[in-house]
């Protein structure tokens, strides 16, 4: 797998309250702020985007799982597919079509969420 970037997302499903709390508490607006869609702070080392889940996928976001996910920006998600199926973590669902460009939900071991996209 041939990574390009990493970085966290947070799931939220009211996406203002969520930008405004990590405004504060970062002391600093967002760096891209799509409203009602997708927010994200630059920080050391780090980026932290927000997001709203689609409609299918809101139910992963509430309750007793977790908003995280580690999203892993590859160059060829078929190609990280396939890596995924040869160690035996599959791809929990179809290849997504977003208006980032193409993502496959996984999970670790521990249940953790990953996403992994291509960009357009």
């Given at each position: 797998?041939?990574?390009?970037?990493?970085?966290?997302?947070?799931?939220?499903?009211?996406?203002?309250?969520?930008?405004?709390?990590?405004?504060?508490?970062?002391?600093?607006?967002?760096?891209?702020?799509?409203?009602?869609?997708?927010?994200?702070?630059?920080?050391?080392?780090?980026?932290?985007?927000?997001?709203?889940?689609?409609?299918?996928?809101?139910?992963?976001?509430?309750?007793?799982?977790?908003?995280?996910?580690?999203?892993?920006?590859?160059?060829?998600?078929?190609?990280?597919?396939?890596?995924l199926?040869?160690?035996?973590?599959?791809?929990?669902?179809?290849?997504?079509?977003?208006?980032?460009?193409?993502?496959?939900?996984?999970?670790?071991?521990?249940?953790?969420?990953?996403?992994?996209?291509e960009?357009?």
């Amino acid at each position: 797998m041939n990574l390009k970037d990493s970085f966290v997302t947070l799931g939220c499903i009211d996406l203002n309250r969520s930008v405004a709390f990590y405004q504060a508490l970062l002391e600093q607006p967002p760096s891209v702020n799509l409203v009602d869609r997708y927010a994200e702070f630059q920080l050391p080392g780090l980026r932290l985007a927000l997001f709203v889940p689609s409609g299918a996928h809101r139910g992963e976001f509430s309750g007793a799982s977790s908003p995280m996910s580690l999203c892993l920006e590859v160059a060829d998600l078929d190609a990280a597919i396939a890596h995924l199926e040869a160690i035996g973590h599959s791809p929990a669902g179809p290849v997504v079509t977003a208006s980032h460009g193409r993502e496959i939900y996984a999970y670790d071991p521990q249940g953790n969420r990953l996403i992994l996209h291509e960009s357009r």
